[in-house]
């Protein structure tokens, strides 16, 4: 595993490929996926929601418009139905034919050769999807402890504790939207009782907040990275990996 020793090392920052390598390749696909391997990305986020007859799809909206040829909720359509749409054209018509894939596709095509940034979006819209990820984990024996190549987030944090109480030893994180209040100790406290990873807008980041971050004992992988500016700020201050739609963007710390 050619980047296993960025994992966790101190020295490196985490290279992220949000959605995949979405800037180059449409999100949430294998195209995307692929590519951020190629770009020797450490790990690639994705989006995990389920289909009306109950499977696991990697989709970023609630809806499949934006990103497919079709029209409707996710939720609303089954999973031949999700399967049938083109989820690359929108990108580019060299993705034509590109499909949703589903968690189970994309851990068996990755999992050892790459980490895996599993985002539960809108859990509640999707009750039980906690415990039907776990089992897909649980089939392919990653649900014991990995080194941190198997990470699950959430916006819902109650999503997040539901995940960690069915299989605690895969680490989680919390994902924060940007707030003007900032993160206050009571709320890192709380985060520290279950989760490995504080994820916020990178529009919340400063180096103080990394360091308070790391005094509760977690790290930090900020979220979402378009431009090297960002990215060379996030590096400075210290993010422990940066979440990003261009890994190309994301300089080895020296
Ligand atoms: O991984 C964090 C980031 O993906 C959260 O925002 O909207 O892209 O899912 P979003
Ligand atoms: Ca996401």
Do not use: C
């Not at 959605?19 to 195209?31: D, F, L, Q």
């Not at 189970?104 to 539960?120: A, F, S």
């Not at 520290?192 to 504080?198: F, G, I, P, R």
């Not at 201050?237 to 300089?251: K, L, N, Q, S």
Request: zero cysteines; charged letters at 30%; a negative charge.
């Amino acid at each position: 595993l050619a980047n296993e020793s960025n994992i966790n090392d101190a020295n490196q920052v985490l290279n992220i490929a949000h959605r995949g390598a979405s800037g180059y390749a449409p999100e949430n696909t294998m195209a995307a996926f692929e590519k951020a391997v190629d770009m020797k990305a450490d790990m690639f986020e994705l989006d995990v929601q389920m289909s009306k007859d109950g499977e696991l799809v990697v989709i970023h909206d609630t809806t499949v418009d934006r990103t497919t040829d079709g029209t409707g909720k996710v939720g609303d359509l089954t999973y031949d139905e999700l399967q049938k749409l083109d989820a690359g054209s929108f990108f580019s018509e060299e993705f034509h034919g590109e499909r949703i894939p589903t968690l189970g596709d994309v851990l068996d095509e990755y999992r050892g050769k790459t980490g895996i940034l599993i985002e539960v979006k809108s859990p509640s819209l999707y009750p039980g999807i906690e415990e039907k990820i776990a089992e897909e984990l649980e089939k392919r024996n990653l649900d014991k402890p990995n080194n941190d190549k198997i990470i699950v987030q959430s916006f819902d944090h109650d999503s997040v504790q539901t995940f960690h109480s069915i299989l605690p030893d895969v680490p989680v994180g919390v994902l924060l939207s940007y707030s003007s209040n900032g993160i206050s100790d009571q709320q890192l406290t709380e985060f520290a009782s279950y989760a490995e990873y504080v994820n916020p807008s990178k529009n919340m980041m400063d180096a103080e907040l990394v360091s308070r971050i790391h005094d509760f004992d977690m790290e930090t992988h900020p979220w979402t990275v378009r431009d090297r500016e960002s990215a060379q700020f996030l590096l400075e201050i210290g993010a422990d990996g940066i979440i990003t739609d261009y890994p190309d963007y994301v300089e080895p710390r020296q």
